[in-house]
């Protein structure tokens, strides 16, 4: 389901980081030898036989990051991003893998999009990537797509991300092609009703800055619907970008009632609170919008518990002529491919907020297991997919830094610690070393 450019398979030795894998329950310092891209020994003193040696002392060793949401641009709009600029953006955030969303123009609704998508990443990608394809046609939410084939075809799940699925007969036939494809249905829930013309969330900040509102219960009330029906049809589902209290009290009564739900939430619904919006800054508008500080709370709760098992970016390039613009006439969506580990060491981590562990997991493993995809791991056999941090290091996000080629990123200016120093993905170092 995963899709990269052939290339080499490494040989290396990383030598002296503490190797943490909370999956594998490993955390102490030693080497870990890669033999041809597998993961061959750990242990200490290895001898490097002639492979390239990464000196780690003081840095940490973590199987590296899954990003279930990455919005790749293409085909369609190759000045904000492509497969290959796309994909170099991951290998520097740290990842060995991401999803891409199907809301591109041409929308990914046919077996012939699809496959055209699948030979530019196996020509370009630097990291491997799969493609998630539209559950309706065009994603107008009239008529389904041929799930079956596109699922044939490699497509990695199901979503018409970016709008929600809005007649309730037309998701529920989509949940029924669940158990014909078994591809994970990722829902954008929002009731465009209620959304309508809204800038930010609706609340305090809103109404003093005069901005039309997105409630949370737009977001909260689809939520319900779509656990109900999942419920109904015995199917499960995943819940893109949560970001309000009630959706995560929903998710959370599925779940102990027995439903296989998942959900996603983003670095900058965990980082950020609708307070940061007074600032107009463009880069601080996206859908769903950043919530008060209570939805944040509840998040950063449900990540440490584990309603929510996955972070996701929701990486979202504009061109800057788009971006620079009054916020009311912004495009929604904000880059975070780069700067996610970062961002949320920073924010969660350093204030004690979140444990490292568990922000490691719900970077790679987490996300892994919500589409079925073998979870990163540092286990001797297992294909090389590592992360090597420099937690201590700080860097000042500058505008021409990014491998991306949007940068339309919150944390422009912003001094954020936890660097990435290497990323080995499928075997290859994909970025450092
Ligand atoms: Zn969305
Ligand atoms: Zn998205």
């Known amino acids: 389901m995963l899709f990269a450019k052939s290339g080499s398979r490494d040989d290396l030795v990383v030598r002296g980081a503490r190797v943490v894998d909370p999956v594998e329950g490993i955390d102490s310092v030693c080497d870990v030898r890669v033999d041809g891209g597998t993961v061959a020994q750990l242990g200490t003193s290895l001898?490097?036989?002639?492979?390239?040696?990464?000196?780690?002392?003081?840095?940490?060793?973590?199987?590296?990051?899954?990003?279930?949401?990455?919005?790749?641009?293409?085909?369609?709009?190759?000045?904000?991003?492509?497969?290959?600029?796309?994909?170099?953006?991951?290998?520097?955030?740290?990842?060995?893998?991401?999803l891409a969303m199907p809301n591109t123009e041409p929308v990914v609704d046919s077996a012939a999009v699809l496959g055209s998508l699948i030979e530019d990443a196996q020509a370009q990608a630097e990291v491997p990537v799969g493609f998630l394809a539209a559950i309706t046609r065009g994603q107008e939410g009239a008529e389904l797509t041929d799930m079956a084939e596109l699922a044939e075809q490699g497509a990695a799940g199901f979503t018409d991300d970016g709008r929600p699925v809005v007649a309730p007969g037309l998701m529920r036939r989509a949940l029924q092609y669940h158990g014909i494809t078994g591809r994970r249905l990722a829902l954008h829930c929002e009731e465009p009703t209620l959304s309508r013309g809204g800038q930010m969330h609706e609340g305090a900040v809103s109404a003093e800055l005069g901005f039309a509102g997105y409630p949370s219960v737009a977001e909260s009330v689809m939520v319900e619907r779509d656990l109900a029906l999942a419920a109904f049809e015995e199917q499960p589902l995943h819940l893109l970008h949560l970001s309000a209290r009630e959706s995560v009290e929903a998710l959370s009564r599925a779940q102990a009632s027995g439903l296989h739900a998942t959900g996603e939430v983003t670095p900058h619904h965990l980082c950020l609170t609708d307070e940061a919006v007074r600032t107009l800054d463009p880069n601080l508008k996206m859908n769903p919008p950043l919530r008060s500080p209570d939805d944040r709370a509840a998040l950063v709760d449900a990540l440490k518990d584990g309603t929510i098992t996955a972070v996701a970016t929701d990486h979202a390039p504009h061109a800057r002529h788009e971006k620079e613009v009054p916020f009311e006439a912004a495009p929604f969506?904000?880059?975070?491919?780069?700067?996610?580990?970062?961002?949320?060491?920073?924010?969660?981590v350093e204030p004690g907020l979140l444990k490292l562990e568990t922000l490691l997991?719900?970077?790679?493993?987490?996300?892994?297991?919500v589409y079925g995809l073998d979870a990163p791991r540092i286990a001797v056999g297992a294909p090389a997919?590592?992360?090597?941090?420099?937690?201590?290091?700080?860097?000042?996000?500058?505008?021409?830094?990014?491998?991306?080629?949007?940068?339309?990123?919150?944390?422009?200016?912003?001094?954020?610690?936890?660097?990435v120093r290497l990323t080995v993905a499928a075997g290859r170092v994909a970025f450092g070393g």
């Open 47 to 98: 001898e490097p036989n002639g492979h390239q040696v990464i000196e780690a002392d003081g840095l940490l060793l973590a199987p590296a990051f899954i990003d279930p949401h990455v919005h790749l641009r293409v085909p369609g709009r190759e000045d904000e991003e492509t497969i290959a600029s796309g994909t170099a953006a991951a290998a520097a955030g740290g990842y060995c893998g991401i």
């Open 333 to 348: 969506g904000v880059t975070g491919l780069e700067t996610a580990f970062s961002s949320l060491y920073t924010h969660l």
């Open 361 to 369: 997991e719900r970077m790679s493993a987490g996300p892994a297991r």
């Open 385 to 419: 997919n590592l992360v090597l941090l420099d937690l201590k290091a700080g860097r000042r996000v500058a505008e021409g830094d990014f491998r991306s080629r949007s940068a339309n990123s919150w944390l422009l200016g912003e001094t954020v610690k936890g660097q």
